[in-house]
């Protein structure tokens, strides 16, 4: 039998309603497993990857820099994806992702891009994301004015649903390559999708894999309902004003942006739902954690790590005798992290709040496909506990308009 | 007269409770300004700065890469710095943070930095931090076994207090310059010391002006008695489980983590304290305000701006006009983020979420100088508000032995 992409174990006492709670969420479970939505499809889908590796192959040798332009769910993906799988060091096109739509910094990046070898990604689902049409034109606009639109077409690339909108009039004015953002997924639940592969393909990394861990999850689900079923039993009990997932690697520390959207904007709606909060360690240890142990304590402390134990540089056994710092010596950076890891664990724990720790042994494209299908359940779980639309974002509509008249005004 | 540094402003219904907390705040703000805490005398110092400076110029031609080794208090100020106030595309020293201590991602650093050109800049207060120790013993590791160790004195310097220490031992016996962190302060409270000072410098960041705006706002402190007045209104209205700090501008988007620590750690404790949450504008409407505009609401949301209108490149009209959104012809990306954060507040505020805007017109060492010591002093009178010590963090320790226990183990 293979081994699992990771392991979950939990470290608290018994929550009250945890076992009724359980059960409903597998009835959802089920219910979700059998209603055919188009994200549980993905993970056996190959020709929109192929489509994307087409685009990639388009680009390849002249390419120093692909910008990816797109907003939430257009960009948190791959962010988390790049973080976690693009190799150190990895010779090949920079992949740069552009969401937040700052002034200074977008016009420094236009102006120092070498433009002749950098690329456009532009992703938005519905093709009227305010945000990524402005990047998208201005940077368009460079090119126009040196004269230069009739290249446009080798520079840019669009994902945005197959339906009428300015991104696709603009991908068609352009006559540039356009891939389908598909209609049935939502932005936040889009990673797996081109949203997610096209720029992991960039970045050289195994999209196959990484659906097959999704796949993976789907084929032994049951791990979901756990989590949904233990959130909501907190939740229940008035104990989950946030939920927190602490992340002890760096290459895990970029999930937590795609993640806290996930959950915030799934599940926030109603008068209900709870704060995601991102946190790495051991850092976070010498920031957040006094409030962690011992401030309030609303909430499950998720801590996800990896093998470490024995990894990385070490503390040379003469010269940390020599400073009086005897229990670090000859042991590795590696070794620290795992003892801390388990010591933070076992501190909350103590100090009555309920820990749950997700361990992969490796960070791979399989592993991180399987968390993620993994998160992306729990939620959905989570929503239909709750009683409510996990998949729809209704609060975020009256800023829209209101910014537009702003910008009229 | 001057033009302030920074305006604050509320959006919110009358918060029950205000007056009578903002008249216990101005009691707890006096004795505070009078109490003679080291914090407070900073902003008036020049010889740590000078010693400091020695540093810098000797250094300065031959360096490409200053890593600045440290955790929580000793490296989130100065990244803060690092983020709001390096100049785009500043030549010379790279200045990079290591505080997350990541087998693998600082490998990597070691095996690809050109160490004839690297410093080493290690800060612990106490001397004896785990991970920091870690850092430097296994970068000095490198040294020691190319042969190199009577480099060592050249390439390191330490901040750390004037007391026996594993630092203190390592900085004498490889005889490298030492700057006395203040034994006054702690971490969390230090970024206009010298330890937000020695990498400021580095960066070419105006460490007096930074220190004028802080003086500026000693000047003024009353703002900091009304923010602390303010969530200890909502926190006893039970309206304040977390408190978002979100900023609409890249270059503000580190300041969060620094504020983070220095809330969390100073106000988490005895059962009490709220989570401090950073956001980033505009980008988290597309993540978090479906949850701040529809969720629970027990928030107190600070947006954070600057002057952006007009600024950045712009949407150019022909294109605009003939992909059907005018609304974008001829703005630029400022004017699309101005109009964005102010329909941000008004969307919170309509849905009863209170508000408050703290706008900076400029982004420079004076105004970032003056909004930290304003944070500072707003965490010190709620402490005082709530009744727990800002000063201390108990609640660390044990997970400190436990890993220890651990490591052995």
Redesign the interface.
Known sequence: MAMASFDISLELASVAGYDAALKEAQTHLDATMKSGIELLSIPGQTSDIDAAQKVVDGWCDKTSDVAVLG???SS?GGQALKTALEA??RKGARVSFH??????????F?K?ADLKTTRFVVISKSG?T??T???A??????F?RLGASQYLKYHFAVVTEPKDS??L??AR?IDCPVLDHPTGIG?RYSVLSVVGALPALLMGIDVKALRAGAAETLAEPSRAAEGAALHFALAQAGRL??TVLWAY???L?TLQ?WW??LW??S?????????P?GA????D???????????????LYTLLSTD?KG??????SK??A????D??AG??????????V???A??LA?NGRPVRRIHMPTIDARSVGALMMHFMLETIVMGRLMGVDPFD????E???V???????G
């Open positions: 907003i939430g769910g948190l150190f060091g969401d937040n739509p700052d002034p200074f910094s977008w016009e420094h236009l120092t009227g305010a945000e049409l402005m990047q034109l201005s940077a368009a606009d460079v126009d300015p991104l009039k603009f004015a932005g004003d946030q690697a760096d290459r520390s942006g806290r959207q915030a904007e599940l926030g709606k109603d008068g209900k739902g709870s704060t909060v790495v360690g051991p850092v240890q010498h920031s957040q954690l006094q409030l962690f142990r011992d401030g309030p304590g609303k909430s470490m990894h990385g540089p070490a503390a040379p010269r940390a020599s400073l009086g710092i229990y670090l042991k590795t950076m590696g070794d620290l992290v795992d003892a801390e388990r010591a933070t076992k501190t103590r974002q209704p609060g975020v009256e800023g829209k209101l910014a537009r008249e702003y910008l009229a």
